[in-house]
Nanobody
């Protein structure tokens, strides 16, 4: 099965930017739609953005539209999330996964994003 490793998180001030990466191994992801998800403390995991297998179609949840950009490089088996104009409410652990997530409910370790005021 595919293994997913998220990176690029950190502590940033409100208004700042981060670029998250999701490196897949063990299996190609080029045939799969991929998504970025996040889970804030005490909240359920939510879908933030997803991208079609070709990269030609993207979707964003309303709260991040115009601020986040999802992209992928199938040659590198990697998915990215560029996050600009970050807000404190973006604070969460961010995960990538296939969209929809696999039946075995596998998830990587995620990467923590903390936005300070």
């Amino acid at each position: 099965q595919v293994q997913l490793v998220e990176s690029g998180g950190g502590l940033v001030q409100a208004g700042g930017s981060l670029r998250l990466s999701c490196a897949a191994s063990g299996r190609t992801i080029r045939n799969y739609a991929m998504g970025w998800f996040r889970q804030a403390p005490g909240k359920e995991r939510e879908l933030v953005a997803h991208i079609s297998w070709s990269g030609g179609l993207t979707y964003y949840t309303d709260s991040v539209k115009g601020r986040f950009t999802i992209s992928r490089d199938n040659a590198k088996n990697t998915v990215y999330l560029q996050m600009n104009s970050l807000k404190p409410e973006d604070t969460a652990v961010y995960y990538c996964n296939t969209k929809p997530p696999p039946p075995n409910d596998y998830w990587g370790q995620g990467t923590q994003v903390t936005v300070s005021t």
